[in-house]
């Protein structure tokens, strides 16, 4: 499975979104910035994510974007769907397309649905907090400098 670009950077936007969470709200110019996003691409991100209830808008003068929930509350399912609807791994989940040739005949797509769910629960357990959190910098502890020392 690939995310498409548009959920990539879905996750990416909401990501930058959260790290504001403490600090107010941000503007979907300053996480086009920050995300070195195109301000367009954000921008229908932010709609499709607004629409889903997963960032909240406020206009005025003290208005911006905000988290629509906390972001513990927040999963990478959430965002995939936002973006681009329910998880499916094959088309012959959705009963509304069956252009599938085997549609009739195929004894794997009564699984379908099992894998889909295992794959939704698997992306169910990555939260916004633990996605959004940045690496600790790679600063090399005075304990790990005395082991590369030579003796």
Same mark, same amino acid.
């Given at each position: ?23 107010? &709200?941000?503007?979907?110019?300053? *996480? ?6 195109? %301000?367009? =691409?954000?921008?229908? $991100? @932010? ?11 406020? &206009?005025?003068?003290?208005?911006? *974007? ?6 513990? %509350?927040? =999963?990478?399912?959430? $965002? @995939? ?71």
């Amino acid at each position: 499975m690939r995310l498409s670009n548009l959920a990539d950077y879905a996750v990416v936007t909401m990501c930058a979104a959260a790290r504001h969470c403490g600090g107010g &709200r941000v503007s979907a110019s300053e *996480l086009a910035r920050e995300t070195a996003l195109p %301000a367009p =691409t954000v921008q229908k $991100i @932010v709609s499709k994510l607004s629409g889903a209830g997963l960032l909240r808008s406020e &206009r005025g003068a003290k208005g911006g *974007l905000q988290l629509g929930r906390p972001a513990a %509350a927040i =999963t990478l399912t959430d $965002i @995939v769907e936002a973006v681009e609807g329910p998880i499916a791994l094959t088309a012959c989940v959705d009963e509304t397309k069956a252009d599938c040739s085997l549609h009739d005949s195929c004894s794997v797509k009564p699984h379908w649905p099992l894998v889909n769910e295992a794959m939704r629960g698997a992306l169910s357990e990555i939260t916004l907090d633990r996605l959004a959190r940045l690496p600790a910098a790679a600063v090399p502890t005075p304990e790990l400098i005395s082991t590369m020392e030579p003796a």
